[in-house]
Structures are given as structure tokens and as C-alpha cells.
């Protein structure tokens, strides 16, 4: 996990919050760029109040500096495409 959103902190962009069920539990993220492409291999999310970038390796989505659930990486992508129709 990287950052900690504190109330008085405040990002140029937030986008609608997505709700990502993974493993029978609930989530809540947020794109933090405004624009989002296919090709990109980088995107900042807000999860849950922490600050997460997802990384694209050649096929995979995962967490950058973290061993986190590469699944969920791959499911919080996965709706992230279906939303924006990527």
C-alpha cells in the first residue's frame, strides 16, 4: 500500500467510485487520472482511501511495489475496461 488520503488532501481528479466485489468482499475505487487508455501501463487508483497504482506487465495487471492479490489487480482492471468500454 502506498499513500493514506487524508480528508484535507484533495486530487485534481476523482472519478465515480467503481464497486469491485472480490473474494465475497466489497471495495470501493476510484480512477485518479482523468483520462484512461487501452494502451496505458500505468493507472493511479484510490482503494478503499489508499493510494494504489496498477502496473501492466505483458499480458497481467498487478499492484506496483506490493505482492498483493495480482487477481484482484486483475479484477479492479477488469471493471475498470468494462466502465470506461476499453
Same mark, same amino acid.
Not at 2 to 16: R, V
Given at each position: 500500500?502506498?499513500?493514506?488520503?487524508?480528508?484535507?488532501?484533495?486530487? &485534481?481528479?476523482?472519478?465515480?467510485?467503481?464497486?469491485?466485489?472480490?473474494?465475497?468482499?466489497?471495495?470501493?475505487?476510484?480512477?485518479?487520472?482523468?483520462?484512461?487508455?487501452?494502451?496505458?501501463?500505468?493507472?493511479?487508483?484510490?482503494?478503499?482511501?489508499?493510494?494504489?497504482?496498477?502496473?501492466?506487465?505483458?499480458?497481467?495487471?498487478?499492484?506496483?511495489? &506490493?505482492?498483493?492479490?495480482? !487477481?484482484?489487480?486483475? !479484477?479492479?482492471?477488469? &471493471?475498470? &475496461?468494462?466502465?470506461?468500454?476499453?
Amino acid at each position: 500500500m502506498e499513500d493514506t488520503i487524508l480528508p484535507d488532501e484533495t486530487y &485534481s481528479y476523482k472519478s465515480q467510485p467503481l464497486r469491485v466485489t472480490f473474494k465475497n468482499i466489497d471495495y470501493e475505487v476510484r480512477i485518479l487520472s482523468k483520462e484512461i487508455k487501452k494502451t496505458d501501463t500505468l493507472v493511479k487508483i484510490l482503494l478503499d482511501g489508499m493510494v494504489q497504482t496498477l502496473e501492466k506487465n505483458s499480458t497481467h495487471w498487478h499492484f506496483s511495489e &506490493s505482492e498483493d492479490d495480482p !487477481a484482484f489487480a486483475q !479484477a479492479i482492471w477488469h &471493471s475498470i &475496461s468494462l466502465r470506461y468500454r476499453l
